[in-house]
């Protein structure tokens, strides 16, 4: 029998013996609070001030970081709790992985990624908002600013865009093309790895107008203004924004939105494609047989909040699509990303006669109820 219905109520508060198991609440609390106290000293430049005055005494951290001295010690310990300082004697320093991670310098850098989790913009701040179902899954995503910016950038770079360029470079037309086209480039991280592998290759990034100057700012600090463009535009303007023909077109987490028009979506971007050009789709799938492991539970709903309330379904049927649509040497390879598991679809275009697609639309979608919106898998 439950052991809520078995409390007596009125019992002496003595004889009271409290359940062993809250540990599992404290742990959920502490998490919160290690959280905070990591945000806000990343807003204060606490690490790189401990970085610059190395072994120090809590005072003399307190006053390089302009903090409350009565706190510092206790910061310090808690930080030591989890491995991101160190004691030496009476001093303190940051431990390698607090370097590595939470310093500015270095380039694994992800201090952007964790203060954008929890500014108030996020939509885990207000998670009672999207289950609520009171809004379409298309207002989960929230205004897009530097912070956003540099913290997918900063969640791409943990292996998804090495993966996505190993892919794309290992295809045999690779050294041969020339110009790019990336439909909602963002960071362009995929635009400048790809063009520092090709010397020859060009890129032009399309985005929307209020993301554009922080794309540019990606550009300039890998000092590639030289051979990426950026153009103002979006996946549903694309004859207005540019006539060119491309030898390489990629869309990253672009589809979410568009799964249940997947087929007419992609015809009219495969028009930009040059024969023997290449099309690369890196999106984020259902895990296969929808099977999602212990522990993955918080991933998954991260997953799902940046993928327009559910990931795609059936990465075979991309793969129709593409060789329905005049594609050949499709290739589907999987890949495991910061939010879990992901598929890169490539393909190179035959020179031919474009098909219909629209009977492959609805293979991106789990069963969805009356309302449109996609079941649980």
């Known amino acids: 029998m439950n052991k ?48 610059e005055i190395g072994l120090a005494s809590p005072r003399e ?68 908002k999207v289950l609520e179902r009171k809004e379409p899954p298309k207002l989960i995503q929230k205004e897009v600013d530097e912070l956003q910016i540099r913290s997918l950038a900063q969640q791409c770079i943990r292996g998804e865009v090495q993966n996505v360029i190993k892919g794309i470079v290992s295809r045999n037309e690779f050294p041969q093309h020339k110009k790019l086209l990336e439909i909602g480039g963002s960071h362009g991280l995929y635009s ?18 209020e993301v554009l100057p922080l794309t540019s700012a990606f550009v300039s600090e890998y000092r590639m203004g030289d051979k990426i463009t950026l153009q103002e535009g979006n996946i549903e303007n694309l004859k207005a924004v540019s006539e060119e023909k491309y030898d390489i077109i990629l869309l990253s987490h672009q589809l979410y939105q568009y799964r249940r028009e997947m087929g007419e979506t992609l015809e009219e971007i495969v028009k930009m494609l040059n024969p023997g050009g290449t099309m690369v789709l890196n999106h984020r799938f259902c895990s296969p047989q929808c099977d999602i492991k212990p522990g993955d539970g918080i991933r998954e709903i ?36 910061a939010l879990g598991y992901a598929v890169l679809c490539i393909g190179t275009k035959e020179d031919r006669t474009l098909q219909k697609t629209s009977d492959a639309k609805e293979t991106f979608v789990s069963d969805y109820s009356v309302n449109g919106e996609d079941k649980i898998c």
């Open 4 to 51: 809520i219905a078995n409390v007596n109520l009125k019992k002496d508060l003595s004889k009271i013996e409290f359940p062993n198991e809250i540990s599992s609440i404290d742990s959920i609390m502490d998490g919160y609070k290690y959280y905070q106290m990591i945000s806000t000293a990343l807003k204060l430049g606490f690490f790189d001030k401990m970085i």
């Open 61 to 128: 951290i307190a006053e390089a970081a302009s903090a409350n001295g009565m706190f510092i010690r206790s910061i310090l310990s808690a930080l030591e709790d989890i491995d991101f300082v160190k004691s030496h004697g009476d001093g303190y320093m940051l431990t390698e992985q607090a370097e590595t991670f939470l310093s500015k310098k270095s380039r694994f850098y992800q201090g952007d990624l964790i203060m954008d989790l929890g500014r108030d913009e996020s939509p885990w701040n207000d998670l009672a």
């Open 192 to 209: 400048i790895g790809l063009c520092q592998e090709n010397n020859a290759l060009s890129a032009t990034i399309i985005e929307q107008e």
């Open 302 to 337: 991260d997953r799902a909040l940046t993928s327009f309330g559910h990931p795609l379904c059936h990465p075979e049927g991309i793969k129709d699509v593409l060789e329905n649509t005049g594609f050949v040497n499709v290739s589907l390879i999987p890949h495991e990303t």
